[in-house]
């Protein structure tokens, strides 16, 4: 079993940033992919970024140049630093895990609410 805890989220200006921390406790968490999702209000939950076990990152269009995913093995941390945020980016992000070659993420934090003002 695998336990993520969000944190960093809050309210910020158009053009500001925040950096959002997952905690990830439990079993081994080297080897998973882990991934920052994000879901606004009516709408469906979308991946923003991910990142391999490797150290490996990838990026949604939407944020890409903008949002840096990073992980931190040996404190069991995941990382999303976010510029340049824009208003559209207001969303409860969420931190989840997956086994490497398993098609859907298994683990789940409860989220932290980021809101960008105009």
């Known amino acids: 079993q695998v336990q993520l805890v969000e944190s960093g989220g809050g309210l910020v200006q158009a053009g500001g940033s925040l950096r959002l921390s997952c905690a990830v406790s439990?079993?081994?968490?080297?080897?998973?992919?882990m991934g920052w999702f994000r879901q606004a209000p009516g709408k469906d939950r979308e991946l923003a970024a991910s990142?391999?076990?490797?150290?490996?990152?990838s990026y949604a269009d939407f944020v890409k140049g903008r949002f840096t995913i990073s992980r931190d093995n040996a404190k069991k941390t995941v990382y999303l630093q976010m510029n340049s945020l824009k208003p559209e980016d207001t969303a409860v992000y969420y931190c989840?895990?997956?086994?490497?070659?398993?098609?859907?993420?298994?683990?789940w934090g409860q989220g932290t609410q980021v809101t960008v003002s105009s």
């Open positions: 989840a895990a997956k086994i490497p070659g398993v098609s859907q993420y298994s683990y």
């Open positions: 439990g079993r081994t968490s080297s080897g998973y992919f």
């Open positions: 990142i391999s076990p490797g150290g490996i990152p």
